[in-house]
């Protein structure tokens, strides 16, 4: 029987859903994801998760905040001049994406917006909150 290994391409139903059960990601519901293991197409984390998972086999995995999407920094919440986020969208509450001249790109949520300048918190959304993920594995190659 077919495991799942560092370099097997899976096809696999997931869920990650918050402390109360609260789906926020789910595949089970639509189509099931394809995905390549060791590829960065999903954390580390949920990775070593699926090692080992046979076909047909179903799991559920608490994941605390480090094992997850990393602990929450307030070093990520920065506040950003008006003008440099000209033609953009503002309301508090709304997701921005920013560009930098390096080439990068950052994603913020609007906390709060004055004449001047916005609050943006770059953490990811589930950044210090723990998580379950539930898989089913429908495919190995």
Request: charged fraction near 20%; charge should be negative; proline fraction near 5%.
């Amino acid at each position: 029987m077919s495991t799942i290994t560092a370099d097997s391409l899976i096809t696999l139903n997931y869920r990650i859903a918050n402390a109360q059960g609260q789906a926020l990601i789910s595949t089970f519901e639509a189509t099931p994801a394809t995905l390549k293991m060791g590829s960065g197409e999903m954390l580390p984390s949920i990775e070593r998760c699926l090692h080992g998972l046979t076909i047909g086999e179903s799991r559920s995995f608490e994941l605390q905040p480090e094992q997850a999407f990393g602990p929450r920094q307030d070093r990520l919440v920065k506040r950003v001049p008006r003008e440099g986020l000209a033609g953009a969208e503002l309301a508090v509450g709304s997701v921005i994406q920013l560009s930098f001249d390096t080439g990068d790109k950052m994603v913020g949520l609007i906390l709060e917006l004055d004449d001047a300048s916005a609050l943006i918190d770059f953490n990811h959304p589930l950044a210090g909150k723990p998580i379950r993920f539930d898989v089913e594995v429908i495919g190995i190659n």
